[in-house]
């Protein structure tokens, strides 16, 4: 019976397509086997020199009782699939190996380090990228733009729970990155986790991680607004029977079949290797990161700075794309850049990649009226600056949007 490998080789020799192999980032490492390395090798100097593929025939007369096959397990796509997967446990098995080395050492620092660098480089052996013929693919746009006039609602992705969201991001879409930002206490975190509830409500597993605030929290929040009683009653114990029967009809219904994950391990998810690597596993329909600035940057080793946030800033956009998954972030805007416009693009902390890399940014503000806070649209392919007041009730707990008009003046 013929391997992945052996069955990609013979693939590629027999239908002379070595592009949708090499377009896919197979190399030579990919190709465990020293045999099947060495025809691989053969094949891509052939194609160098000759500029094609060599045939079944030059092939086995440089390597003579080569099991070439013409049966295979599945398309080129599949064989790819399986090649960059087998590859992936290859550099983890490698990578595990050394690590238990280094933890026999008792060397903790060295393991970890050993550990970050495994996954990413095993986060990056899959390659995502494609090349489109614009001109051969007319019929397929035609199709996307029928479908986008007849969606009534013109989202082309996940609502957001907020109108005025929904108008900048046209819906929580893959490949998006969101940007929450704005000072100390202005309802950052109980936004984006109305942005889970809506994304878990419209079907789709979120993957909530949290440097702000923790698990239990988060769940009081969630809770609270599903069953519509006060969060903070729920902590503190003092809800009526009503409200307790409430409670245990939205928390005991059955289960929908998609989760909705918030992971507590948070040491696990301190790099972008680690957020790849829950996203290996947990394959959810969109990230968020409640307090992105908190991140560790690989490539610097630090955490903070203006190199790591704007490493992280990146990074995120990259994993976003890589995953072809939505990813959601809050991070910090500073008061010294807060000026009598009030929040702006320019108030993000210590980096303007938050604003470069992001496809939407949102500001939130506090104002002086208790539980009001301003929804404001920094910046968005899709729509103005504009601002929306967002109220909160608690009582029961819930959410109002009073959008400014087209002719209010707007502090831009």
């Known amino acids: 019976m013929s391997t992945i490998e052996e ?4 693939y590629v020799t027999l239908t002379g397509d070595l592009v949708e192999v090499t377009s896919a980032g197979i190399t030579t490492e990919h190709f465990q086997d020293p045999d099947n390395r060495s025809v691989y090798e053969t094949v891509l100097r052939h194609r160098d020199a000759y500029g094609e593929v060599p045939t079944p025939d030059v092939v086995l007369r440089s390597h003579p009782g080569y099991p070439l096959t013409d049966e295979f397990s599945g398309s080129a796509e599949y064989l790819i699939a399986e090649l960059h997967r087998a590859a992936r446990r290859t550099l983890l098995d490698m990578g595990v190996d050394a690590v238990a080395t280094a933890l026999e050492k008792d060397d903790v620092d060295g393991a970890m380090s050993l550990l970050q660098i495994t996954l990413q480089r095993v986060a990056v052996t899959q390659t995502s990228s494609r090349d489109v013929d614009h001109a051969a693919t007319a019929p397929d746009r035609l199709e996307r733009y029928r479908n986008a006039r007849d969606n009534e609602s013109q989202l082309l992705g996940i609502p957001t729970g907020f109108e005025c969201l929904d108008e900048a991001t046209l819906g929580i879409q893959p490949q998006q990155m969101i940007v929450l930002t704005g000072l100390a206490k202005s309802c950052k975190t109980t936004i984006m986790l109305r942005m889970v509830r809506a994304v878990h409500d419209h079907g789709r597993a979120p993957l909530v991680v949290s440097f702000e605030m923790p698990e239990p929290e988060i769940s009081r929040r ?3 607004f599903v069953a519509g009683i006060n969060p903070k009653s729920l902590q503190t114990g003092q809800i009526s029977e009503a409200e307790w029967r409430k409670l245990e009809q939205a928390l005991l219904r059955p289960e929908p079949t998609h989760p909705l994950v918030i992971t507590e391990d948070r040491g696990a998810v301190m790099t972008l290797s680690g957020l790849q690597a829950k996203i290996d596993v947990l394959q959810p329909g969109a990230l968020f990161v409640d307090g992105a600035y908190f991140l560790q940057d690989e490539l610097s080793r630090e955490t903070g700075t203006p190199l790591a946030l704007t490493n992280v800033s990146r990074g995120l956009k990259q994993l976003a794309l890589r995953n072809e998954l939505p990813v959601i972030v809050t991070t910090q805007s500073l008061p010294h850049k807060v000026g009598a416009r009030g929040l702006t693009a320019n108030s993000l902390g210590y980096t303007s990649a ?5 496809d939407v940014v949102i500001g ?9 806070y301003i929804l404001k649209i920094l910046a968005s392919r899709n729509c103005p600056p504009q601002e929306t007041v967002i109220s909160i009730h608690w009582e029961p707990p819930g959410f109002e949007e009073e959008r400014y008009g087209p002719d209010a003046d707007l502090p831009y």
């Open 7 to 10: 069955e990609l080789i013979s």
């Open 222 to 224: 969630l809770d609270g």
């Open 354 to 358: 938050w604003v470069q890399d992001a």
């Open 364 to 372: 939130t503000e506090a104002t002086e009226e208790e539980f009001h």
